[in-house]
């Protein structure tokens, strides 16, 4: 585990989510989300903010995307 990797990935990758649909297909196809999910659970603070705001950025794109974020059960992890 090496946190200050974790964030400043998670964070680029928040950015990419940002973007346009087709930037938050991308990241979602990469398979990011359950990653997301599971940084929510680090022991790092900062970690799991950046998680929350990718997740938030994902889900924030479409009916589609909150959908697939609440079906990876990442509701439980953030609160």
Same mark, same amino acid.
């Given at each position: ?28 196809? #990469? @398979? ?6 599971? /940084?929510? =659970? +680090?022991? $790092? ?13 994902? #889900? @924030? ?6 959908? /697939?974020? =609440? +079906?990876? $059960? ?6």
């Amino acid at each position: 585990e090496n946190p200050s990797l974790q964030f400043e990935a998670a964070w680029a990758l928040t950015n990419i989510a940002s973007g346009t649909s087709e930037h938050t297909r991308f990241v979602i196809e #990469a @398979g990011a989300v359950p990653i997301f999910i599971q /940084l929510l =659970l +680090s022991a $790092n603070e900062d970690v799991r903010e950046q998680a929350a705001w990718a997740l938030g950025n994902v #889900a @924030g794109d479409s009916v589609q995307c909150r959908d /697939l974020v =609440l +079906s990876l $059960n990442a509701l439980p992890a953030l609160l």
